[in-house]
């Protein structure tokens, strides 16, 4: 048969069934593939919302997708190429994702009556036949039907063989995109070790996918994807939340300290209690407190023990440890606070993302409390990140508070992961014991970096007492003295400002120096910003990129690159909160461009976004209001 | 990894391990202490300090956790490692420490407001967990840093400051609401009886596992005589009962009266020659039935009647558990058995990888 | 002033006051339910809509609230007012509208993290002022809407999400801690016997006070069969009790079993003629060292032994004492009658003025 | 005799002793005297910290700053010009508060050597005696053995004789500021009329001191203050804390809302609990709840119910109620939050006072969660604000914080207080029962003003559920839809944003509207920024003060005003707070000037920082770094 083969640079895929239908290992296992062959990619599952629902339902799809390149991948994609729906609930979930003239491969055993009327489509209302779809490229293949003839003459029950269908779509897939299914195959002789006919079912079927498509006249193109040029090394697959695990071990092991972890459920952050609860064996704590006050009042007194202290959480939980945090910032300990930020306000929208809590990390607490506050940009850079956040708090004797969300905590990206030795160290000491010295010992004298001692239980000769009222400069002691309680608030806030010497100045990520429009960004907006500047650039624009991972303090040079440019727009998922930041701070002239959409912006809604607001004569929108 | 912390600490200077003779000056700090002349706190306080040097652990080992309050205040007299924390919040403060530092003598100091009114919920969480802390619950039956308003355990019908018609709610029984926690030291003292106090830290002390003892308190600014009827010489010896473990139930003047059981139906009766001692209720600290019993011995003090029941001190409940941090400790040290040193390089490169040339 | 409420709200178009007689479907929201296919909180959900008819009140005069958590999206499907509130809060939320608003019908639904982790203080603080609502404690032991960490109520050595190893916090008795805060009513129930939890939702709702209703439900995805042993046909008869007021504790297939109180001693007992029903012990609500040690029956469903206690299901305890909203508003009657109607230009002026010219 | 007889055009007198000397009845009755007598005055006492010191130690000492004059007074005095000290220990405590050259009132018996012990005086050191007092004017007086004398043939016990000393005090102060003895005599034949012997002999110890005055040569001047002119009308003295109280009743009874109070008790705003716990008579709700969050909570049921709910607490138990605050903002439920505001950060100093909660107030939640934000400008001004933040949470269906603070809390001032009358109507209606209509009952439908109506349980036909998940506009449904979500961010700010429009224009309290300089305040520094402008203006100087009382939303002239000034400087008690809301928002130079000593800024102090601002040239501080 004849057959055409393109080449592209990216694609995307969606698979989508009902939770039961096994798209998560579906997507991950292509993946992997994908990532074997060399391509770029990242993904983002999409499971339902927090409870399960009755399957065939649309509040029931579980949908995964991936995006593959030849090119440098950044964010999960907007839309899809392809669309794969087990069953009419998942096309109806997400059809919208699907860019015109896209391709659908539909399991039309999934469109049965049952399965119409448990997706709500109006009685003997059915898109495969209605024509509504006639904007995309639909396939229709009965994947279950054949999935049970390959498997007729097998001995495994009616329920495992309808398992295996997402290997035929698998199969089927691979052949559409010239993939061998070697990987695969070793994948599942490994998984079902303990049952080879399973194994061997799945293995069986997943071939028949492959050769599905090399024979049916239904597929008559295939695609090449080329292996992208990506920096040489040993790679691995991560989510954010794996990642914040893995940097919140590392920075123990560098450090010396015990991890004592005190947490309490929530969506989007629990993975993070899950990952670092298997971690017993490097001497990590992980406590479940019965809230979010006593996740974080723990972790201070473990902190005052000597540990490093940490606690997550997402907005809601955040906003009741306030009061605490508010405590360690005046007993200057370490402390590590990790928000993973979902859509607020109050409960919100757990499952979705968003990055509206900036302003509650800076400013969610009485008085004046200075902490330090950085955020990941991407789901690998969550171990980099947290680890700094552990650094900067044990060498500072200072919360800081690490800002993730729910689309980095979720979404995977492959990662060169780091040797433990190119790690760098995180030096901490303890105050050492002291005895016969006759003169009192002073808990608040600081270094030049206004950092004071940290001094544990357990060191003879400097027991002191340590609270949440105004102390003395130096000893420490209760003060209510007037100039000494400035003198203080001072010297908090310079010690938090004076970390600015002690982290990285802050480059332009793509662009010149300086120039007309300069796009400002902070967290999981990474790669759609990346991409769109990109390719703005490639347009001929002179825009440049500069994202933050460290927020409080800035870097210290971040006032002097601001200034090089006309233009300076902050795109931000929420309602505008690193710009009055930079509006204050520098006064300069920031301009927000803002989604409150519980979701990532669109490369080219941001495009337009930013094309927009450079038509608007700048001083004309210089108020915020 | 938790002993690793102790590793790194130079001791050497510490000398041998033996632990320096202390008297109870030794435990007070350089700071003037500033409670009301006549507070409830001075003697419990003395008693403390007094106690510190028979437990037999050094000074830099011990740590006092506070939340906020007068009674909070506590641990800046003390001359160990202590934090004044925030309002109610000790209990998990405390937590964290012991279990990160099990080889610490970690003591709460906590008021009635502290522990039962905004730390209520850390309260029964640190009794229900066995954390092997132990708890003095200073009761004064009122707010008093913030000058008078009543407390979870103030009699209804209290007048103060924020009800000045009287309170209506139902206070707090503490002790039967740590019996309910599953608390496994339940135990009551009071300021004025320093003796006895001193006996109950002891045992306070002794205890493995989370050792709430409830001492009465009187608060002389705002609630002066919350506690008259047990502490007064005269009315004393009605309304107290000391109980020791393996004793009959005796009280009165004369050590006259008994306490025996009919049925479930705790009786008061006469050791007139008619009951003799052997039919009286013995006291059994494991017994959890007859604590929750003697929780319930709490008629209000206006209660006349010959048939009231007079306040228990001593200690109610005593039993062993398993304590929460050692539950921790041995996962983390199984763990290790099991997967043998942890190899961070493993870690990071996880499941799958694959190599880009 | 309560009631001014009710004065300015048009009740006219209500027509008579008769209550219209209401059927369950009534009860039922335009939301679907969004529950896992399977779970308790159907039947749960169920039985509450089919009791609403009975209790006599109108539908505008019934307000659910709940915290947040699987069993806290009960609200949206009641067709009666409602709030889905915030984790752990409900108790302090119904206690602000039913203080203010008196005659109103108030429901906290509630899973056991939310009334017994982080709304702990709320629940035990609930019952003891004894507010006059009505609290369903749907019990899982488990954290269902965030996938499945353990929970207060969970056994020890519990594996879930977030103890991979096994938990290792001794769980709530949350009978003996509602005890332990004066609760006034204390009851038990199950998903898997609607008929009988449809008898205690009447009652829950009867009682004058915080009513505490504990309801074994099944998460059948996170934490399934966790109450087989009470649910099942085989091992029900043997593994639980239901208690009548004034009734003798039987149970068994063939109700051969009875209980029996020696002292203080609960024994299982078999009615093969040796005993008598006389001889057992006699269920009395009002009773509440009975209660207490009812609360007791509580073993591990793995302790096996034939001295094992069947777990008690109905109402172990139920008093009457002054609910907290009735004695506010009676205070504030008092005020009204003794100060006669408030004046707000005396009270502007104050005790002093003077005049400038 | 000869006497000299001086006219001052204001006098400030600090009463000071041990906690049982009566110096806080002592200043309140003279503080009358004064008032009755036409003079414009402010006054503050000072309590020990929060727990009862020993008697005669530095701790344990109680004062009372009177600052009176016959022209306007705004501010309780820097520094004193009359010092009274019944023991050594108030000497050394107050000492430096007294202004050079002025004079020492001193009853000497209270400097004897257990006194001087007890106020920590090195042996054998006596202030009197050491020559180091020798920059004041000192006045010893035995008022201890004269008051005995004078009380020499009365029945009354030692104890009751030495309680009479503070009304020699008194007497003496009436005799040298030419007062008359009648009102107070009045009070205290009022007060004992129960125990006459009390009444006498306090009235015949007050006789005596004047008397001592007149006869005695020590005291050789006596002072005239004139009367100020004061607008006509009748008047009483309030504090702040007590304003608030009769604040919220009214704002009850205007709205005909029963008023629900639930709190927790904390310094300093105990008070308006127990204000507000004896006013049960005019339907008033107090809860004293478990903690904060029960307290905020107890008042959102409250609210649901149709009442006006309330709470109260002072910057930690704030923190503590945030997430429940952004409930009620996604609930759109009138909710009103009073922070009497103490010096923070965590438990910092709770008798002394802070602004430092401003950020807090407008970003202390998770998301975007949009409160509006008001602050009293003085001790009376509570009645007035407190009243405005119910008018606006009842009608606008919007939570609304409160921003007081300790010194306006426990400071007095003349009242001419209103009539129920003149009061505004607080216009507040039910959704009503709708009984029989078919269609869905719609509780986020809005009007013009973006505000919901306000449909409480008991109305017939209106069942509906609300919660804190995002919810569909109009419906209230619960909405995950991106649109919708982004739909409702904006309504709930707009609906914030729209309260301008139900706000007064912004005025400027003194000076021109515009011109060089503009001194841009908020809150309790408004007496002292008022002197401050006032004595500049008269210095021949360009500037301006406007004082806010609406932070959020800002008035809709503010913008226009600022636009109209070279200079704006920013006095906030704390590290600058809304000089940044300002400097965002419209993007203006604008700078602060801080003070963040747990007390008010002094009008010199502030002068002189004012002053040093303008001098250093406006460009160079733009940036706040
Ligand atoms: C979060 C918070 N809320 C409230 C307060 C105010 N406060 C301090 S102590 C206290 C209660 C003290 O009562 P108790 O615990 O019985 O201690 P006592 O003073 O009686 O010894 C309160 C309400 C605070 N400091 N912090
Ligand atoms: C302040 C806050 N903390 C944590 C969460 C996350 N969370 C939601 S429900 C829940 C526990 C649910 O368990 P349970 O109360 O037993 O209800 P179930 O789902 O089992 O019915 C948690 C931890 C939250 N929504 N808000
Ligand atoms: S107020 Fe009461 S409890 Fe506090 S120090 Fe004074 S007497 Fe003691
Ligand atoms: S998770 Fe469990 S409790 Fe929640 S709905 Fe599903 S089955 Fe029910
Ligand atoms: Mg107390
Ligand atoms: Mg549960």
Known sequence: MSEKDFVREDVTIRFAGDSGDGMQLTGSLFTNTAALRGNDLRTLPEFPAEIRAPAGTVPGVSSFQLHFGSKEILTPGDVCDVLVVMNSAALKANLALLKRGGTIIANISGFDKRNLNLANYEDDENPLEDGSLSDYHVMEVDITKLTRESLSDSELSHKDIDRCKNMFVLGLLYWMYNRELDSTIGFLEKKFSKNPEIAEANIKVLKEGYHYGETTEVFTSRYTVKEASIPPGTYRNITGNDATVLGLVAASQRSGRPLFFGSYPITPASDVLHGLSKQKHFGVYTFQAEDEIAAVSSAIGAAFGGSLGVTSSSGPGIALKGEAIGLAVILELPLVVLNIQRAGPSTGMPTKTEQADLMQAMYGRNGESPVAVVAPRSPADCFETVFEACRISLEHMIPVMYLSDGFLANGSEPWKFPQTKDLKKIDVSFEPSRNGTPEKYLPYVRDERHVRPWAVPGTAGIEHRVGGLEKEDETGDVSYEPDNHQKMVKLRRAKRDAIADFIPLQEVDNGHEQGETVLVGWGSTYGTIRTVVHELRQEGMDISHIHLRYISPFPRNLGDLLDGFDNILVPEINDGQLVKLIRDEYFVPARGINKIKGRPFGIEELKQEVQEALAVKKGTVQSQS | ?357
């Open chain 2, 1 to 357: 990894m938790a002993l690793d912390i102790e590793k790194q600490l130079d001791k050497t200077t510490n000398g041998s391990s033996t632990i320096p003779d202390y008297t109870g000056k030794d435990f007070a700090s350089d700071q003037d202490v500033r409670w009301c002349p006549g507070c409830g706190d001075y003697t419990i306080l003395k008693q403390v300090q007094k106690a510190m040097p028979e437990i037999g652990v050094r000074k830099e080992d011990i740590v006092f956790i506070s939340g906020i309050g007068c009674a909070a205040r506590f641990p800046y007299y003390m001359d160990t490692f202590g934090m004044h924390s925030i309002h109610g919040r000790a209990p998990a403060i405390a937590t964290g420490l012991k279990t990160s530092r099990p080889e610490l003598s970690v003591w709460i100091i906590t008021g009635d407001g502290d522990s039962l009114s905004i730390g209520a919920n850390h309260f029964v969480q640190l009794l229900r967990r066995n954390v092997n802390v132990n708890l003095l619950l200073f009761n004064n039956q009122i707010y008093g840093l913030t000058k008078g308003q009543y407390s979870p355990t103030a009699p209804e019908g209290s007048v103060t400051k924020s009800t000045p018609y009287g309170s209506v709610d139902h206070p707090f029984n503490p002790l039967s609401l740590s019996l309910g926690a599953d608390s496994t030291f339940v135990a009551r003292a009071m300021d004025r009886d320093p003796r006895h106090l001193q006996e109950l830290i002891q045992r306070t002390n002794k205890h493995r596992g989370t050792s709430m003892l409830e001492i009465y308190q009187n608060c002389i600014v705002f609630n002066d005589g919350a506690f008259e009827l047990f502490t007064d010489k005269k009315s004393r010896p009605r309304e107290t009962i000391y109980l020791e473990h393996g004793e009959p139930l005796i009280f009165g003047k004369e050590k006259d009266k008994g306490i025996r059981l009919d049925g479930l139906r705790p009786e008061i009766v006469s050791l007139d020659g008619e009951v003799s001692k052997e039919d009286l209720w013995i006291h059994d600290e494991e017994d959890q039935t007859k604590a929750w019993l003697l929780s319930r011995f709490f008629d209000s003090p206006e209660n006349e009647g010959e048939a009231r029941m007079p306040r228990p001190f001593g200690v109610l409940y005593a039993v062993d558990r398993p304590c929460y941090e050692e539950g921790v400790n041995a996962q983390i040290e199984q763990a290790l058995s099991q997967k043998g040193e942890p190899d961070l390089d493993t870690l990071l490169e996880g499941p799958e990888t694959w190599v880009v040339k």
